[in-house]
């Protein structure tokens, strides 16, 4: 019911940015946040940057500072601008919405994106 598509992924030298995308589609209108995770081999994913319906962002204490969180409604996009980029935040990064079922919430994930960075 919602579909989610990442782009902005890539290779960077340490210090350098990358921004993420990630366009939503579906029932827009009963998404109630979203967020990158983002996974590294032999780690669990966990979660970047999140941002909620009414605009309340929070990052992981890895990224804040250096990563911000946003979106273009009228785009239906959300976005992660990273800037002083660390090898440590070699990743695949994942794009998260939750989903209000009435039940409940339903997690929904993009494909993922890989982000390198080398020192």
């Known amino acids: 019911q919602v579909q989610l598509v990442e782009s902005g992924g890539g290779l960077v030298q340490a210090g350098g940015s990358l921004r993420l995308s990630c366009a939503a589609s579906g029932s827009i209108s009963n998404i109630v946040a979203m967020g990158w995770y983002r996974q590294a081999p032999g780690n669990e994913r966990e979660p970047v940057a999140s941002i909620s319906r009414s605009g309340r962002t929070n990052y992981s204490d890895s990224v804040k500072g250096r990563f911000t969180i946003s979106r273009d409604n009228a785009k239906n996009t959300m976005y992660l601008q990273m800037n002083s980029l660390k090898p440590e935040d070699t990743a695949v990064y994942y794009c998260?919405?939750?989903?209000?079922?009435?039940?409940?919430?339903?997690?929904?994930w993009g494909q993922g994106t890989q982000v390198t960075v080398s020192s």
């Open positions: 998260n919405a939750k989903y209000y079922s009435g039940s409940g919430l339903f997690d929904y």
